[in-house]
């Protein structure tokens, strides 16, 4: 069973910069299929925000995000990365790491969140 772990959240001021990083705890990124960042702040829904082929050969963003967020993910480091740059309040959210493993029937799998703030 894959577990994955997020960190890098923190407290950001309106067009600043952070790097969320999702690692493997247990199992591999490698052994899953596309892999997907959400977000969801207090009272919204869970929102996709970025999506990455196994592979790593094709994005795809939220409206929303696009030309600010870069998802990334190497496999042989074990590793997916969202770079969020100019960042603005609306981005404020729990962000969560996510992906589908192949196990005899697709199985979904979710890491614990990591909290972004963006706040003058």
């Known amino acids: 069973q894959v577990q994955l772990v997020e960190s890098g959240g923190g407290l950001v001021q309106p067009g600043g910069s952070l790097r969320l990083s999702c690692v493997a705890s247990?199992?591999?990124?490698?052994?899953?299929?596309?892999m997907d960042w959400f977000r969801q702040a207090p009272g919204h829904r869970r929102e996709l925000v970025a999506t990455?082929?196994?592979?790593?050969?094709?994005?795809n963003y939220a409206d929303s995000v696009k030309g600010r967020f870069t998802m990334s993910r190497d496999n042989a480091k074990n590793t997916v990365l969202l770079q969020m740059n100019s960042l603005k309040p609306e981005d404020t959210a729990v962000y969560y790491c996510?992906?589908?493993?192949?196990?005899?029937?697709?199985?979904?799998?979710w890491g614990q969140g990591t909290q972004v703030t963006v706040s003058s």
């Open positions: 996510h992906g589908h493993i192949w196990t005899g029937t697709w199985e979904e799998v």
């Open positions: 247990s199992g591999s990124i490698s052994s899953l299929a596309n």
């Open positions: 990455i082929s196994s592979r790593g050969s094709s994005t």
